[in-house]
């Protein structure tokens, strides 16, 4: 049974910095493309930061400068550093794993950024 485990949410004031932890089980996790997606209230959950498989990353033109993907293969682990943060970075942040057909979610953490 696949799993995806959020942690590192809360809440920070602007300007602050928090590292969100996505800890996966039950897959063969260098295989997966990981990423991180948000939800705001009323929005559409949208793309925040990927890693590939290979290593390779991209991320949201909104938070391009300001947080960093990354992974540790031997943790089964991915991370996203998340440094300036601003009150619009306010959503329920998601874990992802991908492999072609194959689509996982985590539960999701909140992270408020307050003004």
């Known amino acids: 049974q696949v799993r995806l485990v959020e942690s590192g949410g809360g809440l920070v004031q602007a300007g602050g910095s928090l590292r969100l932890s996505c800890a996966a089980s039950?897959?063969?996790?260098?295989?997966?493309?990981m990423g991180w997606y948000r939800q705001a209230p009323a929005r559409q959950r949208e793309l925040v930061a990927t890693?590939?498989?290979?290593?390779?990353?991209n991320y949201a033109d909104s938070v391009k400068g300001r947080f960093i993907i990354s992974r540790d293969i031997a943790k089964n682990t991915v991370y996203l550093q998340m440094n300036a943060l601003k009150p619009e970075d306010t959503a329920v942040y998601y874990c992802?794993?991908?492999?072609?057909?194959?689509?996982?979610w985590g539960q999701g953490t909140q992270v408020t950024v307050s003004s």
């Open positions: 890693i590939t498989n290979s290593g390779s990353t």
């Open positions: 992802n794993a991908r492999y072609l057909k194959e689509d996982y």
């Open positions: 039950g897959l063969f996790f260098t295989r997966y493309h």
